[in-house]
């Protein structure tokens, strides 16, 4: 802060009139330059197990945060915060009060994603219905054939086991669960899933693979899963359908 304070003083105080252009242009790209070498963030240092626990408390809230719609925090202000709280400073909040200030951030950071989400979807679909080999279902489902088994595979019925490859996606194309990448196929009950899958899967025959895009109502709906997928989320599925057992 000091050296920005200097530069601007340096600034200020020179004939600004009797510059050209050019390196008035200059001088505050070097002041850029110099305030960004500033702003740069500060290496972690996890040399022992103190220093290491704290980073990885930083990174387990971070995550949640994130993942329950805080991802627009003052990274900055969540500092101060920290470190007023742990020297015993007098705060701007206390506990009561930064409570009930939190819950009400977090429901309405909740609320925007989701509607986000919902929206999203809606439009995701509505395109991806006019794309070439895309067909969709009564119930909204929507998918593709990407390859087709030898024609002679069983069709599973919603009582069946089956096993299965699969990549999960979201529709910005963030994977959140895949079978491909751990390397084993998965093997669970047709009608155990939520009702996209279900419905998907009994239209395959044994050796197919299809892309499932699945609306938010054939998935997980509002409540969404596991942190990784939120509310109102339309979900893309890479399938294979392996056997059918």
Sequence with gaps: M?????????????????????????????????????????????????????????????????????????????????????????LKMDAQKSSMVVQLYMQQMMARKAAEAQQEG??????????????????????????????????????????????????????FDSSVQRGKPETFGVGQVIPGWTEGLQLMHEGDKWMLYIPSELAYGEQGAGGQIPPHATLIFEVELIKVN
Aim: hydrophobic share 35%; charged share 20%.
């Design 122 to 175: 809606k439009f995701f679909l509505e395109k991806n219905k006019q794309t070439e080999g895309v067909k969709v279902t009564a119930s909204g489902l929507q998918y593709k054939v990407l390859s087709a088994g030898a024609g002679t595979g069983k069709t599973p019925a919603a009582t069946d086991n089956v096993t299965v490859h699969y990549t999960g996606k979201l529709v910005d194309g963030t994977v």
């Design 2 to 90: 000091r050296l920005i304070i200097v530069c601007l003083t340096v600034l200020i105080s020179m004939p600004l009139f009797s510059q050209s252009k050019k390196e008035l242009i200059a001088e505050v790209n070097t002041l850029k330059s110099q305030i960004a070498e500033l702003q740069k963030t500060k290496e972690a240092d996890t040399s022992n197990v103190h220093k290491k626990a704290s980073y990885g408390l930083g990174v387990i809230i971070a995550t949640n945060l994130k993942m329950q719609g805080g991802d627009s925090l003052d990274i900055e202000t969540l500092n101060i915060a920290l470190r007023d709280t742990y020297q015993g400073k007098t």
